[in-house]
């Protein structure tokens, strides 16, 4: 499989799904979407199940490889179109801190947001995945306080990942709105890429919600 396959791209608007299609733009991969509308819940219908038992999106579909799990998708494709300049080589000394914080979004962020949303009674730091949540924040606003992205000058694949991601928590009321996190965030929602894809969900999710009747 090369980066000249088209890859499909499961697809739900204004989902985790989003940042992935950003980053397709970004790469400037060829890439083909298979919308889900999960207002009426066709993640959860067989087809959709057969290739991801979880009923989740991202997916994506490159040749005979499914992909699920964004820390996952994200370093494949970046790897994929390494002339886009979005992930560093192997025998990059960032290549450790790129990994780094790629795993650290799914390991440590999500497991402590989905606790923070629940309202769930804060595990002992000794068991908890990520230590407790203000830890886990604290660890991300040392590294963006460094900037402008979490290597130093150059944005990666991981940006992209972050940056989605602190524009959706901050509008949850998940992340607080501290200066450093909106200028991060700002700094990729501001792309075209972005911009495009924004637009894109949009209309997208009109359409899906018009499609419940
Ligand atoms: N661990 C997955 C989580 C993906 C995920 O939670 N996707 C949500 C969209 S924001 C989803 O597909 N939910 C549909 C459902 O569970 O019915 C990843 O990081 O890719």
């Known amino acids: 499989m090369t980066s000249k396959d088209r890859i499909t791209l499961y ?3 204004q989902s985790r799904a989003t940042g992935t299609r950003v ?24 087809a959709y199940l057969a290739i991801n038992p979880l009923g989740k999106v991202p997916l994506i579909r490159h040749g005979d490889a499914l992909v699920t799990e ?9 790897d994929l179109f390494p002339e886009a300049g979005l992930t560093p080589a192997l025998d990059d000394p960032r290549r450790g801190p790129y990994l780094r914080w790629i795993a650290y979004y799914g390991s440590s962020f999500e497991p402590a947001l989905i ?8 595990t002992p730091p000794a068991q908890s995945p990520y230590s407790d949540y203000d830890s886990m924040l604290g660890v991300l606003e040392t590294q963006l306080s460094r900037g402008p992205y979490l290597l130093g000058d150059r944005m990666t694949a991981a940006d992209i990942l972050w940056g989605v ?7 949850f009321g998940l992340v607080p709105e501290k200066d450093v996190f909106k200028a991060y965030a700002e700094r990729i929602t501001s792309r075209p890429a972005f911009q495009r894809i924004s637009a894109a969900d949009d209309a997208m999710a009109a359409e899906h919600a018009a499609a419940c009747g």
């Open 23 to 46: 980053l397709l733009e970004e790469l400037g991969a060829p890439y083909d979407l298979h919308a889900l509308n999960m207002k009426v819940g066709e993640q959860r219908q067989p």
């Open 70 to 78: 964004q820390v996952a998708i994200y370093i494949y494709l970046a």
């Open 11 to 13: 697809y739900s608007p």
């Open 165 to 171: 991601a602190f524009n959706w928590t901050m509008m």
């Open 115 to 122: 606790d923070k949303f629940m309202k769930h009674e804060p």
